[in-house]
Every structure is written in C-alpha cells, then in structure tokens.
C-alpha cells in the first residue's frame, strides 16, 4: 500500500498540522492503494507563507537558471516513467500503454518545453517611449483534477515555475500520489525552499482556503463547471487573477459528404479516450438524418471492437472509471438517456460481465437523441456517445453550438474548405478537422462556461504574466 504522510512546503517534507488522512482506491479492482494526509487551513498558511517568501528571490533568478531547474524535472520525471505509469493508471483506469505515452510521455515533454520558453521568450520590448516588460504574476495556487492528474498539474506548475512564479499545488483527493512523485523530483532537482509547495485535502477545506487566502496573487483551476463557479466567486472578494479549464459538451459534426465510417471510428476514439474522462471528449455525434441508419450500423460495429480489461495489462484498450461514484454518475446518465427516449445502440447501464469487480462501465451508444435531452446537454464523463440528428448544415451548427459549453469539437467533409467554414462557427476553443491531431503548442481552452485562459505552449506561459509599462520622457518634448 502507498502511503504518504507529510507535506511537502518550504522545500522540506512536514507533517501535517491535523492527524486525519483520505483513502485511495484502485480503479481496477477497487481496492485500498493508499493513503495521504487530509490538510487543514493551518497547513494551507504555512504552504502560502513558504511560497511568498520565496516570490521575490524565484522572480529575481535569470529564467536561463530557472531552466535548468525544469530540465532537472524532466529527467526526473523521465526516470521514474515506470513507477508513474503505475499509479496513474491505478488513480484513472487508462489502460498503462496509454498511460506511458499521455499522461508521463506528456508532461516530461511539456516540463522540457517550458525551459526552452524560459530561455527564448521576450520579456520586454520598446512600444514607442515606454518599455512593456512581463512581470510573473506571483504566488499561484494550482488545483487540478483526477482524469489526466500529472498533466493537468505539469500544465500549471511547469510554466508558472519558468515564468517565475511560486506555487503551491492542491491536486485531486482521488489521484495525489502522482503529485508526490513530481514533490520528491523536484525536492531532487534542488529547487529553492518555497517555490514549489504541496499540500493535499478536500476542496471545500483546502481548496477554499487557498482561493481566498490574501497573499495568493492567482488561481489555476481544472475541474467541473460547477467548482469553477464557486472558485470565480471566492476568489473575486480579493480580486486575484483566475484562469478556469472546465467542463465540455463536444460536438463532432459529420457532414453529408464525409466519409462515415472515418468520421465513426475518429469521433468514437475521441469519445473513448480515458473511458470518456476527458472534458473535451466528442460526447455527441450530429450526423444528417438521412443517413442515420448508415451510421447506426458503423457505430454498433465499431464500439465492439473497444473491449473492457485490466487497465495494468498492456493489451487493454478500455479501462474502468476512476471511483465508484464516477461509475454510479455515467449509468444514471444512460438510465436518463434511455428514459428520455433515446434508442439504446450498444451498451447500457448494467455493469459489464466478468467485470464485477473495480469499476467497469459498458462502452455506450445512444440513438435518436434529441439536442435538448439530458445526455444531450450535461457532461457525463463517461464512455458514452449521444448520436443526434440534424436537416441541414445551419442546422447542424445550430445544435452544436446549443449548449453552456465551448471546449472542443470536430468537423467531418470530404471538403475540407467547407469543414473549416462550419469550423469557424462553431463557437469553442478548439475544433479537429477530420480527426485533426491534438497539438501540444496549440491553445487550448474553453468558450462560454468551458472557462476561460489557455494552456499548452506559449499561450499557457503567458497566463502566468503580467504587464508592466515604463513611460520615458521623448526627445522631443
């Protein structure tokens, strides 16, 4: 069993001021992985304190020195790419071939990435008779969630630390020991006392308390829509900087020309992904309502070939929810869904055979669906697909675009001309033409109530500055 007992603040490993502790379970099994420290506000002071004392001296250090503490991270990281792969996978239920590529090969590439930003990045330029430079923000707080746990917190630590700023990070009750790893790498990596600290609990404790707490000068948060609005409201009584990446609704638009079974099988694969535990999963599949059949057909072929496993063995495709509550959230989903009248495709809410143990949901499809139906419109955060359909092109962005989200979607034409024009309005942060690669440099982010600031690349480095102009007296006057 896994068990981490103390904090990790002020670049010393600390017990926690409270004795009580918060089980983990493995997804495959749901089983007893361990066990971390429940940290009160008492812990989230000394955390806070630890990263303002340190904000100056890290802001003051050459970003070509703050490099090299990230590429220190990333070998770091590298190194223990085994021992990660096998608690992530244990904390999410993606199967571990996956795990080694996303959610370790990810992050090592981001954590160096960073460095090479801090290195080549312009932080001040001459804009007539002032000079513009870019500040750090300060003490950041990063709360990040369960589904892509070292990523998520790579996405916020890495380029807050090269932008120099101190951090203190709070990550997910059902994911932590990743969290702890990266603490024991970068205590390895000889980071300066305070300019990264670790603190873990529940969010309506340790999480409020960091949002509110004077002292922080930014918030990064990952997480449901729902927390997200709760964080923009504590957070504005001290006015502090927030940046949100939360929940998604993905529309993947398949147009009359498109080549079916391409589009199925791509919008079923970003679907799936992490058994649907990705926020800009394409969750639902608009497709012409002449060719519904055509698409019945190819979707119920295709999801036979997403078969359940371990997620620890390597031949595993699909893998278990993350918690039992996560499991008991998707069959209420599809019980919804079919009650509302949708036609039931392939799946459904009854747990999988031979799959009694852990926390196995089926691959699911639902037919027929109508844009204002429940599934249509709540996240489900699940392996399960809504297929909607629509009468024409206007209506089909009409339907993609009904929704409180704007995080993701995709666009389905042999025209490639034509997707790009429905592309454009679509109104979220990131639309995949024809099964478009993810790109670790692009921008990603959220319309509408998806949130608002930007990860990835020099975009996700930019959040983590600030302006400062500097007037001079011109010549001529």
């Avoid at 694969?269 to 535990?277: D, F, I, R, T, V």
């Avoid at 959230?329 to 392939?346: F, M, P, W």
């Avoid at 699911?364 to 909607?388: C, H, K, N, W, Y």
Wanted: proline fraction near 5%; glycine fraction near 10%.
């Amino acid at each position: 069993m896994i068990t981490y007992d103390k904090f990790f603040i002020d670049g010393q490993w600390v017990a926690p001021v409270g004795r009580a502790t918060l089980d983990v379970f493995h997804s495959a099994d749901g089983k007893l992985m361990g066990r971390i420290p429940e940290g009160t506000t008492d812990d989230v002071q000394a955390a806070v304190a630890a990263a303002l004392n340190a904000r100056e001296r890290w802001a003051a250090t050459p970003p070509a020195e703050r490099a090299v503490y990230l590429r220190k991270i990333a070998a770091g990281l590298k190194a223990r790419t085994e021992p990660l792969a096998q608690v992530i996978t244990g904390e999410t239920g993606m199967p571990i071939k996956l795990v080694r590529a996303i959610q370790v090969g990810g992050p090592v590439y981001h954590w160096n990435q960073y460095a090479e930003l801090a290195e080549t990045f312009e932080f001040e330029a001459r804009v007539g008779n002032s000079l513009v430079v870019r500040e750090p923000v300060g003490v950041v707080v990063a709360i990040t969630p369960w589904n892509y746990p070292l990523n998520q917190i790579t996405l916020k630590v890495a380029p807050a630390l090269a932008a120099g700023c101190t951090v203190v990070l709070k990550p997910s009750e059902v994911a932590p020991f990743n969290a702890f790893i990266l603490a024991e790498v970068i205590a390895e990596a000889g980071l300066p006392p305070g300019v990264f600290n670790l603190v873990t609990g529940l969010g309506p404790v340790v999480g409020e308390a960091l949002v509110q707490h004077a002292d922080v000068d930014m918030v990064s948060f990952t997480g449901s829509t729902r927390a997200g609005k709760r964080v923009s409201e504590v957070a504005s009584q001290t006015v502090k900087r927030v940046a949100l990446e939360l929940g998604g609704k993905s529309a993947s638009v398949v147009l009359d020309d498109a080549d079916l079974a391409a589009a199925v099988k791509g919008t079923l694969n970003a679907c799936y992904l992490n058994s649907g535990q990705t926020c800009s999963a394409h969750t639902r599949m608009l497709v012409p309502a002449s060719r519904y059949e055509e698409v019945k057909a190819l979707a119920k072929e295709a999801v036979a070939r997403f078969t359940l496993g371990d997620p620890r063995e390597e031949t595993t495709r699909l893998g278990p929810l993350a918690s039992a509550a996560q499991r008991e959230r998707v069959q209420t989903y599809i019980r919804k869904g079919l009650a509302e009248g949708a036609e039931l495709i392939a799946g459904g809410e009854a747990v999988p055979a031979g799959f009694e143990v852990g926390f196995f949901v089926q691959p699911t499809v639902l037919g027929r669906v109508t844009p204002d139906a429940t599934v249509a419109q709540e996240e489900i955060f699940g392996p399960v697909l809504s297929i909607i359909t629509y009468q024409n092109e206007a209506d089909a962005v009409r339907i993609a675009n009904d929704s409180i989200y704007g995080l993701g979607g995709g666009v389905w034409s042999d025209d490639e001309a034509r997707a790009v024009r429905v592309a454009r309005q679509i109104r979220t942060g990131q639309v995949d033409i024809n099964g478009g690669e993810f790109n670790v440099k692009a921008p990603f982010g959220g319309f509408k109530q998806s949130g608002h600031g930007r990860e990835n690349g020099v975009y996700g480095f930019e959040e983590f500055l600030e302006y400062k102009s500097l007037q001079f007296k011109s010549a001529k006057s």
